[in-house]
């Protein structure tokens, strides 16, 4: 089985042994441009590595890498999107497949603003903390918001007895700062690296409009709630102006 790799690599080099801390100044640069180097490892060789200070995460001797995707931060305002995202500060744009992420960065924490794939629906913007300043091993950021979202079946044809279908539910996220150390990848090595785990929980229910009586019900029975569970390891260096590297693990502990 293939397991995704993602490394954000950089043209610099870095020194130093002081304990690490992340601060707003490490995303401070709205024109960056990284490039992920996607790398498809076997199970085996890939994991999270350990947690504590003074670790030394090695990834120098990973293969090659198969793909690459260029990520463009810019300034929000440049975005023909901008309008629809008011409290967002900036815009990340994947040419890989087209997608767009927005955030948002103040001196007190980095929060990622909503992509529109459920509350675009319904007028409104998802914004979760993933970080918050200063940020250090033993640092942990909590944050959660419900979510509520409409969607009307346009397929007037359709024998289906409902119209619409509403979703609620919760989203929680929880950042730990879990190491410190070294991170090594190919060509590369960043001396003063923050290990941060954030958990990623959303509870989702269901409900139909029914087109007789126009009145809402719970849709349980043939749509069943849904409860997604992700873990993402963000690799910051504290010289350095983005994660240096990132991994998702499923539901499972698999790197996806």
Do not use: C
Request: proline share 5%; aromatic share 12%.
């Amino acid at each position: 089985m293939r397991y995704l790799f993602t490394l954000m690599l950089s043209a610099l080099f870095f020194q130093g042994i002081a304990q690490p801390t992340i601060t707003s100044n490490n995303f401070q640069n709205p024109w960056r441009k990284i490039i992920n180097a996607v790398d498809f490892a076997p199970s085996s060789s890939v994991t999270p590595g350990s947690n504590g200070i003074n670790q030394t995460w090695d990834y120098s001797t990973l293969i090659t890498a198969k793909a690459y995707d260029t990520i463009q931060h810019s300034p929000i305002h440049v975005d023909p999107d901008f309008a629809s995202y008011p409290e967002a500060t900036g815009v990340s744009f994947s040419s890989y497949d087209s997608t767009k992420t927005y955030y948002q960065l103040t001196s007190t924490g980095l929060y990622f603003i909503d992509e529109g794939m459920l509350m675009g629906q319904s007028g409104g913007n998802m914004k979760m903390r993933i970080l918050s300043f200063p940020f250090t091993y033993g640092t942990i950021a909590k944050d959660s918001t419900s979510i509520k979202s409409a969607f009307a079946n346009d397929d007037t044809s359709s024998m289906l007895p409902f119209d619409s279908v509403r979703i609620t539910g919760m989203v929680r996220t929880t950042s730990t700062g879990v190491g410190s150390g070294t991170l090594k990848v190919p060509g590369l090595t960043f001396p003063k690296t923050v290990k941060v785990k954030v958990d990623f929980n959303m509870d989702l229910t269901f409900e139909v409009r029914l087109k007789l009586t126009k009145s809402w019900i719970d849709a349980s029975s043939f749509i069943p709630s849904e409860n997604l569970n992700t873990s993402n390891y963000f690799f910051i260096d504290e010289n350095h102006q983005d994660f240096v590297m990132t991994m998702t693990l499923d539901t499972l502990g698999a790197i996806s």
